[in-house]
Each structure stands twice: as C-alpha cells, then as structure tokens.
C-alpha cells in the first residue's frame, strides 16, 4: 500500500478519507496517514487522522507521499499545488470504485483529480488536471474538461459540452449540450447554462444570467 495523505481537514476532507477506506475495501492501495491543512494546528484530530501541518511540512516530508486535495475552491487548489515543491509528492487520480464509465478506454484524466461516489462518465471525455467530481455527477459524450474545475454534487454536463478552468459548478446546476463556459466562472446551485458564458462571472438561474455582488 502506498502513503496518502489528504489536504483539507475540513467536512470535505474527512468525506475523501471514507473514499479512500472504500477503495480500499476493493483493493488494498492507500495508507492515509493524516491531513495536512494550513488552517489547523498540527496535531488536531479527526476521526480519521490527524493534521500533521501546513504546506511547510509538505515541502519538507522526507519520503514519497501522494496527496489528494480536498478543498472546493479552484483557486485555493490551484495555489496550492503551486505552492508545492518536494519532489517526493505525487498527485494520484482518485476515483470512487463505484464510478460508471460507458467506455473506459475512451476517456482521459490528468493527475490529481478527484472522482466520488456515484459519478457517471460518458465516451469520448477528456479531463485535465486537479478536478473535483464532489459526487453524483454526470458527464457527457465528448466533454471537454480543463484544469482545477469544482463540481458540486449532482451536477449534470451535457455532450460536447467544453469546459476551461477554475470554474466553479453549484450543487444540481446544469449546463445543456455544446456550451462552452471558459475561465473562473461561478455557477449557482440549481442553474441552468444555456448558452456561452462570459469568462470571470457569476451566473444564477433557470435559465441562467450574470449577477454582480
């Protein structure tokens, strides 16, 4: 079994601990060995392990380590993975062991993405880098996805659907087939995007539009 360690001691992290004991009741693969979090004292508890320190100690760990983000702001992971150095750090694709893929040999991931319980993929997708897939969600035919996306539970993306980065996706939205939605784009929960989004915005409703906060 190879070392794993969780950064993000937080609701969402202990929920990727749980995935990681199913994965495990599959086939033996991970040792979790703590959290790292850089808003916890080293040495605080959950009842999945403990948080053994920030991005310092990450930067310092003297042995091979993967570590999966758990954290939902695209921005944060984004700063993070950029803020680490080690060379001894891996960043696996998790994926939940009960993940439907309608053609597995015709679907791509980068590395450090995160797929939980319940998610469906159809043919032909391709997905970047450090994506979180927070469950019970569905992807399309031909969906493109890019880099350090945030999928919300139950959300639902059409085929050939094209996504770029840092986008943030609420809990049940929708985005209908062919869309493109580019760059640091947040959508609210239970909205629906029917046409191209504008880069840098936020969007709310059924149909959805542009909101200013």
């Excluded at 803020?83 to 939940?96: G, H």
């Amino acid at each position: 079994m190879k070392d794993i360690a969780i950064y993000g001691a937080g609701g969402f992290g202990r929920e990727v601990a749980c995935l990681l004991h199913r994965i495990n009741a599959v086939t033996p693969e991970w040792n979790l060995i703590g959290f790292f979090d850089d808003g916890k004292e080293p040495g605080y508890v959950t009842e999945y392990g403990k948080v053994l320190g920030g991005i310092e100690s990450v930067n310092t760990f003297s042995s091979p380590l993967s570590i999966v983000i758990a954290i939902g702001s695209p921005k944060v992971v984004e700063k993070i993975v950029g803020k680490v150095e080690n060379p001894l750090i891996d960043f696996p694709t998790i994926i939940s062991p009960d993940t439907i893929f309608l053609d597995k040999g015709n679907i791509s991931f980068g590395r450090g993405n995160l797929i939980c319980s319940g998610c469906l993929f159809s043919c032909n997708v391709k997905v970047g880098d450090f994506n979180t897939f927070n469950g019970f969600i569905t992807v399309g035919h031909d969906a493109t996805i890019g880099h350090f996306n945030s999928f919300m539970p139950a959300v639902r993306i059409s085929g050939e659907v094209n996504i770029g980065n840092r986008n943030f996706f609420g809990v049940s939205s929708v985005v209908l087939q062919q869309i493109k939605v580019g760059n640091d784009t947040v959508i609210g929960a239970n909205s629906t995007i029917l046409r191209k989004t504008k880069d840098g915005n936020t969007y709310v409703g059924n149909p959805a539009s542009i909101v200013k906060y």
